[in-house]
């Protein structure tokens, strides 16, 4: 697991951001932050560095999570028994059970990305991660720089772990929903998040992080 700063303003206060898979920080630089320091992970195929990234979150005042598409997953399996580091728990796009044929990506299209996973189908998944053509334009110039090999290792380690390690608890206090999500369904990521109360759902894609300008804006929706 990598993580790095994309915001350091000396702030006593803190948002982790939870990346999803085959991610670095490229595509969110563009993202700005007022109120506090931004800190990134992404890369799931080591979690050893765990104790590190809490160390790290306690040197702040306060801390708020954001977790995106199987960083979701991943936020649950690291922090189940320390969700209390947290002031607040967001997750965007992703599912506590995310390969599934009625809660997450139904699994014969996760091995299908898995074994189509070459420079096209790369750019293939991109461009169904941003909603199309034009989100994939803008998405272009900030391209995520990692080597197909490593992102293709992460995506079967995010397998086996999803696989292996079912979760049966929710440490997330509230949820958004993209309507246009075209790597989980929409349906599947309504069914999965059905009891949640906090639920915000917007007419964006998969990536829908240019719909805001601050990390800050995003911490502070709500139901319209």
Same mark, same amino acid.
């Given at each position: 697991m990598e993580f790095r700063y994309l915001h350091k303003n000396n702030s006593p206060k803190l948002i982790l951001f939870m990346s999803g898979w085959g991610c670095?920080?490229?595509?969110f630089l563009k993202i700005e932050a007022n109120e506090y320091d931004v800190l990134m992970c992404y890369d799931y195929r080591d979690l050893s560095q765990i104790q590190k990234l809490k160390e790290e979150i306690q040197s702040y005042q306060e801390c708020h999570l954001i977790a995106w598409? %199987? &960083?979701v997953f991943i936020s649950s399996l690291l922090f189940k028994d320390d969700k209390e580091l947290f002031k607040s728990r967001l997750a965007i796009n992703g599912s506590l059970s995310p390969i599934d044929e009625e809660q997450g990506i139904p699994p014969a299209i996760f091995q299908g990305t898995i074994d &189509? %996973? #070459?420079e096209k189908g790369r750019d293939k998944f991109f461009m169904r991660m941003c909603g199309g053509r034009s989100g994939y334009a803008d998405f272009s110039e900030q391209l995520p720089k990692r080597q197909l090999g490593d992102q293709k290792e992460e995506l079967i380690c995010l397998q #086996?772990?999803? %696989?292996n390690q079912p979760i049966t608890w929710d440490i997330f206090d509230k949820v958004l929903l993209s309507s246009r999500d075209m790597i989980f369904p929409f349906k599947n990521l309504e069914k999965a998040w059905e009891t949640k109360s906090q639920k915000l759902i917007f007419d964006l894609p998969h990536f829908c992080f240019a719909a805001w300008n601050s990390w800050d804006e995003i911490l502070k929706l709500e139901k319209s």
């Open positions: 670095d920080e490229l595509p598409s %199987l &960083g &189509g %996973l #070459n #086996n772990m999803i %696989l």
